[in-house]
Nanobody, 122 residues
Framework: QVQLVESGGGLVQAGGSLSLSCAAS????????WGWFRQAPGKGREFVAA????????EHADSVKGRFTISRDNDKNTAYLQMNSLKPEDTAAYYC???????????????WGQGTQVTVSS
């Protein structure tokens, strides 16, 4: 059974940092691209970042570019999202997802985690 488990969320002051992890099991981790998405109250699911199977290609949303960095460790079956210089508008539930390619559209991903809450206070 496929399981994706996010961790690392919490409450942090504006300007601070958090590191999110997504541990995967039940699938061939190295054959999947990886994505991070977020959803704030009253808003739809928003693309954050994506990475290819061997980390040769990454992309980040304009709203987080220069502040967030996606990475993966295929030996540990884990994806990461390092978040620096956090802003109150980054407050959302963050989800990791596995798919066939590192696209921006959530409809292209096959598996999703349960999410971890990130709250940034002023």
């Amino acid at each position: 059974q496929v399981q994706l488990v996010e961790s690392g969320g919490g409450l942090v002051q504006a300007g601070g940092s958090l590191s999110l992890s997504c541990a995967a099991s039940g699938l061939s981790f190295r054959t999947y691209a990886w994505g991070w998405f977020r959803q704030a109250p009253g808003k739809g699911r928003e693309f954050v970042a994506a990475i290819s199977r061997k980390s040769a290609y990454t992309e980040h949303a304009d709203s987080v570019k220069g502040r967030f960095t996606i990475s993966r460790d295929n030996d540990k079956n884990t994806a990461y999202l390092q978040m620096n210089s956090l802003k109150p508008e980054d407050t959302a539930a963050y989800y990791c997802a596995a798919g066939m390619s590192p696209n921006r559209g959530p409809e292209t991903y096959n598996y999703w985690g349960q999410g971890t809450q990130v709250t940034v206070s002023s």
